[in-house]
């Protein structure tokens, strides 16, 4: 059964930095093509970040040369590194995995609170 489980969420100043994890089991993981995603208050989900093998990865206007995103395939996990974060950043923050064969699979995770606040 696939699991994707975030963690790294927290509580930060603005300018700060954090890093979020997603460690995933069940699925194979280079198979997939990885997300982040986030929902601020009152608002809808969007895509942060996208990393695919073999693709460059691509990140929302809203967070290019702040933000990271990358995979370690040893562990399952991929991260997003987050720095010089904005009280806009605030939002809970779910990590993705899809892959497209014939049908699409996708799993999200539980997700993880990001609060930038002084």
């Known amino acids: 059964q696939a699991r994707l489980a975030e963690s790294g969420g927290g509580l930060v100043q603005p300018g700060g930095s954090l890093t979020l994890a997603c460690v995933t089991s069940g699925i194979t993981f280079n198979m997939y093509d990885m997300s982040w995603y986030r929902q601020g208050p009152g608002k809808g989900r969007e895509l942060v970040a996208k990393?695919?093998?073999?693709?460059?990865?691509r990140y929302a206007e809203s967070v290019k040369g702040r933000f990271t995103i990358s995979r370690e395939s040893q562990k399952n996990t991929f991260y997003l590194e987050m720095k010089s974060l904005k009280p806009e950043d605030t939002a809970v923050y779910y990590c993705?995995?899809?892959?497209?064969?014939?049908?699409?699979?996708?799993?999200w995770g539980q997700g993880t609170q990001v609060t930038v606040s002084s």
């Open positions: 990393i695919a093998k073999g693709v460059a990865p």
């Open positions: 993705n995995a899809k892959r497209v064969v014939g049908r699409t699979y996708g799993y």
